[in-house]
Structures are given as structure tokens and as C-alpha cells.
């Protein structure tokens, strides 16, 4: 743990879990409006689009409301890492 944070690992995994969860959807949207025959599938794509559009935008907003301060007495070596300058003034 001393060469990467636990920070940038979360991050890492945030952002790897957001654009794996985009590439899917993608495909999904663009398999049903490409290669389905009629106005079926397309209705279903667009459905499916403005659902996962709707979902990302409620957990951005719960995500806003969370207090992550509070997370400091749960973890309390969260923020230590040796990239830190903060650790070393004092």
C-alpha cells in the first residue's frame, strides 16, 4: 500500500465500474436499434436509454447527499498515504 493510495484505488475502481456499467448500456441501445426489425426493439432501446439515464442521475444525487466526513471515524487511516505532503507538516 505504499506505492498507491487507498484513495486512488477506490477512485480507480469507481471509474472503471461507471464506464464498464457505460460500455454495456451502449451496447444494449445500439444492438436493439441496429439488428431489431421494427419499431419494437427501437422503443425498447430508448426505454432501456432514458432508465439508465434516470438511474445514474438518482445515484449521483444520493451520492451528493452523503456526509463522507463521517467516514474519517471509520476508517481512520483512510487519508494516510506517503504522497501525501499534508502527513509530513506539521
Same mark, same amino acid.
Request: no cysteine; proline share 2%; aromatic share 20%.
Given at each position: 500500500?505504499? !506505492?498507491?493510495?487507498?484513495? +486512488?484505488?477506490? *477512485?480507480? *475502481? @469507481?471509474?472503471?465500474?461507471? +464506464? &464498464? #456499467?457505460?460500455? /454495456?448500456? $451502449?451496447? =444494449?441501445? #445500439?444492438?436493439?436499434?441496429?439488428? &431489431? *426489425? &421494427? =419499431?419494437?426493439?427501437?422503443?425498447?432501446?430508448?426505454?432501456?436509454? @432514458? &432508465?439508465?439515464? /434516470? !438511474? +445514474? @442521475?438518482?445515484?449521483?444525487?444520493?451520492?451528493?447527499?452523503?456526509? $463522507?466526513?463521517?467516514?474519517?471515524? =471509520?476508517?481512520?487511516? +483512510?487519508?494516510?498515504?506517503?504522497?501525501? *505532503?499534508?502527513? #509530513?507538516?506539521?
Amino acid at each position: 500500500m505504499d !506505492l498507491i493510495s487507498s484513495r +486512488f484505488i477506490l *477512485i480507480a *475502481i @469507481l471509474f472503471l465500474t461507471v +464506464f &464498464g #456499467y457505460s460500455i /454495456f448500456n $451502449f451496447m =444494449v441501445v #445500439y444492438h436493439l436499434t441496429r439488428f &431489431g *426489425i &421494427g =419499431v419494437q426493439p427501437k422503443r425498447f432501446a430508448a426505454i432501456f436509454f @432514458l &432508465g439508465s439515464i /434516470f !438511474l +445514474f @442521475l438518482i445515484s449521483i444525487t444520493l451520492l451528493m447527499k452523503i456526509n $463522507f466526513s463521517s467516514l474519517e471515524n =471509520v476508517f481512520p487511516n +483512510f487519508q494516510i498515504s506517503n504522497f501525501n *505532503i499534508n502527513n #509530513y507538516i506539521k
